[in-house]
């Protein structure tokens, strides 16, 4: 029974199950930054390409075969 009751303190004393479940949503959080900050990036990287596209048909009108 001492045993037992020893086992049950260890249990309740452990602090390694939280600090996994901390760890694991701050990773989860990090994911999600990254995430976003590479479809930012995308999103604003196909903005400029387009703009560049645009500027240059505009620019080479009387110029044949310019494509994007």
Known sequence: M???MTM???FRDDDNGAAM???SILIG???AAVITFIIS???YVTNAWSTLC????T???NA???TC
């Open 21 to 23: 479940v901390e760890y």
């Open 64 to 66: 044949t075969g310019v």
């Open 29 to 31: 959080i990090i994911t």
């Open 54 to 57: 645009t500027n240059l048909q």
């Open 2 to 4: 001492k045993k037992l």
């Open 59 to 61: 620019d080479t009108q």
């Open 41 to 43: 990036v995308g999103v």
């Open 8 to 10: 049950a303190r260890q």
